[in-house]
């Protein structure tokens, strides 16, 4: 089973449109692995390249070349699926056939083993802000990731990890089948949190404008938007008009955390837990 901490750190860097090669040298783990992380993104649709599984009539190095975000699976041979580079200064990362990974891959790779801890390698150049590198950017998730997989009574049904994906060949015991339904509401409740309410019914409304409205500050009065009907005119999303109140937010609780009311709240939140 891949840890929380790294499903976690996969799927921040996938919602930042970035590069992901999986490596795994279990053609049965890679192709499950592979093929299910787009559905960590929930409500969202994956709209890059997905190859599961990359085909033997391409080359590695060639693929992960490319320009656009992607998700692909590299089969491995079991002799070369631990093999990496490493410096004191660089993580470990995994080899493919002519070289390194490409800076802006960043890279799941999983062993195959019982004895190997899958893990994720960010790309030194890989498309994600430096603070969502950061262990406080995805923690709170690998905690509710913990939780959920933990099942009912901390009897943790998928705490015995498989070496092989071949073994779910007949599908889910029901305890397991519970532990992964709640690790996929974890990530979807993760998604539609960050999408907040412009993705309920018409939320998406109170953060857009009219091409009219872009047109009045930028497009003289003779061109073709100008003269269009109110039916007509395109209505775009505004990205600053979302981030706006949040940003606010943020910036409210920033002063909040550092005065005496919020620290007298916990104060008394610690006092009745410890009661």
Same mark, same amino acid.
């Given at each position: 089973m891949v840890p929380p901490s790294e499903v976690a750190r996969t799927i921040i860097s996938l919602l930042c449109e970035g590069k992901v090669a999986v490596f795994c040298p279990d053609l #049965?783990?890679? &192709?499950s692995v592979a093929a299910a992380l787009p559905l960590l993104l929930t409500p969202l649709t994956w709209e890059c390249v997905h190859i599961p599984i990359k085909p033997a009539s391409l080359s590695a190095k060639d693929l992960v070349q490319c320009p656009n975000p @992607?998700? *692909?699976g590299i089969l491995t041979p079991p002799d070369d699926a631990l093999h990496s580079t490493s410096s004191p200064n660089r993580p470990a990362r995994p080899l493919i056939a002519g070289g390194d990974l490409p800076g802006d891959v960043s890279a799941l790779v999983? #062993?195959?083993t019982p004895h190997f801890a899958p893990r994720f390698v960010e790309g030194p150049d890989a498309r994600c802000p430096e603070p969502?590198? $950061?262990p406080a950017a995805w923690a709170r998730l690998a905690a509710d990731f913990d939780q959920a997989l933990a099942g009912p009574g901390g009897t943790r049904p998928l705490g015995r990890a498989r070496a092989s994906a071949k073994l779910y060949a007949h599908g889910l015991m029901p305890a397991e089948a519970a532990a992964v339904a709640a690790a996929r509401r974890v990530a979807a409740d993760f998604v539609r949190g960050l999408c907040g309410d412009a993705i309920t019914a018409g939320g998406w409304r109170r953060y857009t404008t009219s =091409? $009219? =409205?872009q047109c &009045? &500050?930028?497009c003289d009065a003779g061109s073709d938007l100008a003269g269009l009907g109110s039916e007509h005119r395109e *209505? =775009? @999303? *505004?990205?600053a008009a979302f981030l706006a109140p949040r940003v606010a937010r943020l910036a409210l609780q920033s002063e909040l955390v550092h005065s005496q009311m919020f620290h007298s709240l916990l104060a008394h939140c610690q006092g009745a837990k410890a009661v």
């Open positions: #049965g783990l890679l &192709s @992607f998700i *692909v999983l #062993g195959g969502l590198r $950061a =091409a $009219a =409205a &009045s &500050s930028g *209505v =775009a @999303f *505004v990205p």
